[in-house]
């Protein structure tokens, strides 16, 4: 009896060092990196079925990233109004679909509303206060599942001056990182993630055309720093086993 449970100890102990083993051998991105790390594509599993709202940005994301568990709601020239005319209604509607599931909800508009500021063309607009607002509202309804703001990305504005927009307003990056400032800090208490891609694209650069639009890879590098918010936020491991 002895022999037999000093073979079956020994089994286990082995067993418990494989899988540890296994565990650090696994490629686990750091949580320490957080949004500035620059990950594999698809090296983050997905827990969460993932909702992206935006304008013609995200339309450019939704237009190289394929896969099943991430849907977008998004349309060109969009303002955050955008939010309650369609958005908030699109999302409802997911999460009736899927009674089931858990949902990362994020929500990446505002460069068309610095845009439109400027141009007094009488569509609507919002400013960085009614933005963090309605997010809060939505936070509150949705609140059995994860809702980021993603920041609002920059511009290249000698290129933007140049390109199809000559002549016609912009903004300005300046801009930009004030209303990301405002906007978090309306919602920096409201159990609302904020996923800083602004800051990840000043540092590692970001292709563009236009200025203002990104090119494949970086709109595909915009998706895996979405996933990568996910990852730090909700402590989402990718172990391969």
């Not at 969460?48 to 991430?70: A, H, L, Q, W, Y």
């Not at 090119?215 to 990852?231: A, V």
Request: charged letters at 30%; glycine letters at 4%; proline letters at 2%.
């Amino acid at each position: 009896m002895k022999r037999i449970l000093g073979s079956f100890f020994f089994v286990l102990l082995v067993s418990i060092a494989a899988y540890f083993f296994h565990l650090e051998d696994s490629k686990v991105p750091s949580l320490d990196k957080g949004v500035d790390a620059k990950v594999e594509e698809s090296s983050i599993y997905l827990t969460d079925k993932f909702i992206v709202i935006g304008d013609s940005r995200t339309v450019d994301v939704s237009e190289v990233v394929e896969e099943p568990n991430i849907f977008f709601i998004s349309k060109d020239g969009v303002t955050c109004n955008y939010l309650w005319e369609t958005a908030e209604k699109e999302v409802d509607k997911l999460i009736q679909e899927y009674p089931d599931e858990h949902f990362s909800i994020f929500i990446n508009l505002g460069v068309n509303d610095l845009i439109r500021v400027q141009k007094l063309d009488n569509k609507k607009i919002c400013d960085a206060k009614t933005y963090a607002s309605y997010i809060q509202k939505l936070k509150e309804k949705w609140q059995d599942h994860n809702v980021f703001y993603v920041s609002v990305n920059p511009v290249d504005l000698e290129m933007h001056k140049k390109g199809p927009r000559k002549g016609k307003a912009t903004t300005t990056n300046e801009a930009i990182e004030n209303f990301n400032q405002e906007i978090v800090d309306s919602i920096q208490e409201e159990n609302i993630f904020y996923c800083d891609t602004y800051t990840y694209l000043q540092e590692n650069g970001f292709g563009t055309a236009d200025g203002l639009h990104y090119s494949e890879d970086t709109s595909k590098e915009i998706m895996e720093q979405l996933k990568n918010c996910y990852q730090k936020q909700t402590n989402i491991f990718d172990f391969q086993f």
